[in-house]
């Protein structure tokens, strides 16, 4: 059976990049009946934190993306690392070493100097270390020892096939001297004890790549299958950042997008079928394969992921974004509770927005009288209007309230007073929802009701000229 993961440092919030990786694994094991697995890497004890644990999960959440096992913590799982490290240690792939930091960079500064590559030099290895004496006090590390000869290839489900010589490898760290393993060590421990049998990833690791296949085989472990994804670049093909747009996943659940938008995006990102671009999750697993991966870095384009979270505002459910769009509201004074149903305030109004923020920002006037601006009021408040706009008054204080008996009043007011409409609806727009845009003005005064809307002309009255 297949087996995928995903395996995100908490060293910070979940990132474009990662959620791409996630998104990917998963949809591998779902095409394929397999199963997927969240491991978080939490071994970097300075800087992971339960605030970037707690996000990941909730991004993970929010995507859909379900994982059937896990979520699995290194931290948890120190005494197999070491128990694996001291097998390895026995069987002589992996030895002690006590060189101090400073001793290290002065090799690197020496071998610079020399125009050579900066690499470990093997001096704590047994037979380079034969007959001396390890420091007092001094707790060491372990290094694995890495082949001196021949070459580490494999086939790439993505990039096709890689080979790094041996002779390009030094000896690894493989465990700190506090007892915690490093990333190239605890993955590889991890991936065989849970058997995976893929790993897809970004190609920032392909260079990790060929030390932790050496491990694999030092341990006698069949390799998984690698696939590494291109990174993700902004448009102008510089490296994504929060410049182009590029923040934590969870921003654009604060942001006010939908998930499966930003699913659908993400899943466009160096991966195609066809010429497809809106598709749902369950048309993206049928058809997710590894081969149609670009090999070349996709290019963030947030204009273009605003596009697509329009398109599935339109089509979402108004009952849900009612239920989304209300805590924005609230956080702009709005009580909900107080006014129009909000269900039928976002069904007037998501045809013209791109995000739920926007969705509730054009929402405020429903709830809340908004005191238009005197530019506005200039504009539209000219002479000889009030009288146009006391009998639309007197109209619709005693019409059936639906949008057709408001239009029929205003039309009627219009033939009357030999107005355009225009004329007409604009002031009344600006009166009752003191912005210059808004849908047609019949459909919002349907929505706003009868006592609002009168109340809200009342209150502009005496700055319209007769």
Known sequence: ???????????????????????????FARRHGGTFV???????????????????????????????????????????????????IAEGKAYHCYASKEELDEMREQQRAHGEKPRYDGRWRPENARGRTPPAG?????????????VVTWDDLVKGEITFANTELDDLVIMRADGIPTYNFGVVVDDIDMKMTHVIRGDDHVNNTPRQINIYRALGAEVPRFGHVPMILGEDGERLSKRHGAVSVMQYFDDGYLPEAIDNYFARLGWSHGDDEIFSMKQFVEWFDLAHISRSPAKFNPEKLQW???????AADDARLAALAEPFLRKDGCDPSQGPAL???????????????????????????????????????VTGLGA????????????????????????????ERGLKMPKLAMPLRVMVTGEPQSPSIDAVL?????ETTLARMDAERLRIPD
């Open 1 to 27: 059976m297949i087996r995928t993961r995903f395996a995100p440092s908490p060293t910070g919030y979940l990132h474009i990049g990662g959620a791409r990786t996630a998104l990917f694994s998963w949809a």
């Open 38 to 88: 969240l491991r978080i890497e939490d071994t970097d004890v300075e800087r992971s934190t339960a605030a970037s644990t707690q996000a990941i999960l909730d991004a993970m959440d929010w995507l859909g993306l379900d994982y059937d096992e896990g979520p699995f913590y290194q931290m948890q799982r120190l005494d197999r690392y070491r128990e694996v490290c001291a097998r390895l």
């Open 138 to 150: 001094v707790q060491p590390i372990v290094r694995f020892r890495n082949p001196d000869d021949g």
């Open 308 to 314: 697509l979270n329009a398109h599935y505002i339109k």
């Open 343 to 381: 269900e039928k305030v976002v069904g007037l109004l998501k045809e013209r927005v791109n995000t739920i923020a926007e969705l509730a920002d054009a929402a405020v006037y429903f709830y809340r009288r908004i005191e238009p601006a005197e530019a506005l009021r200039e504009q539209h408040y």
């Open 388 to 415: 146009a706009i006391d009998a639309l008054r007197g109209r619709l204080a005693n019409i059936d309230w639906n949008r057709v008996a408001i239009s029929d009043a205003m039309k009627a007011v219009v033939a």
């Open 446 to 450: 349907e929505v706003l009701g009868r």
